[in-house]
């Protein structure tokens, strides 16, 4: 299993439509074939900065993700809003302190 975090930073008066929008294909991504579910987090300071985190089966599997259609109707959509370019990370688990009901 893998982990996907990426960074997202929006231009300050499009981070309220970002939430929105993710409110209406949150869940098409998290029960997209091999995700493990999703997380989406903001920073404490600075609202723009948004982050997903996502378990996915494999690394095949989440290309799979960004090579489909769902992906080809969010991101282009969420492009412009950005105020910075996206940052990304496919991390490896080395250790997992949280429980399971976390």
Do not use: H
């Not at 990426?6 to 998290?30: A, M």
């Not at 493990?36 to 987090?41: D, I, K, Y």
């Not at 997903?52 to 992906?71: A, D, H, M, P, V």
């Amino acid at each position: 299993m893998i982990t996907r975090i990426v960074k997202l930073t929006f231009r300050e008066e499009k981070v309220d439509d970002f939430l929105s929008f993710f409110d209406t294909i949150k869940q098409k991504v998290n029960s997209f074939p091999g995700c493990n579910g999703m997380q989406l987090v903001q920073d404490n300071k600075d609202k723009s900065v948004i982050f997903t985190y996502s378990q996915w089966n494999s690394e095949i599997e989440l290309n799979l993700y960004r090579n489909s259609e769902l992906f080809g109707e969010v991101w282009p959509g969420i492009k412009p809003w950005f105020n910075a370019k996206p940052e990304a990370w496919t991390t490896n688990l080395i250790f997992n302190g949280f429980s399971e009901e976390s």
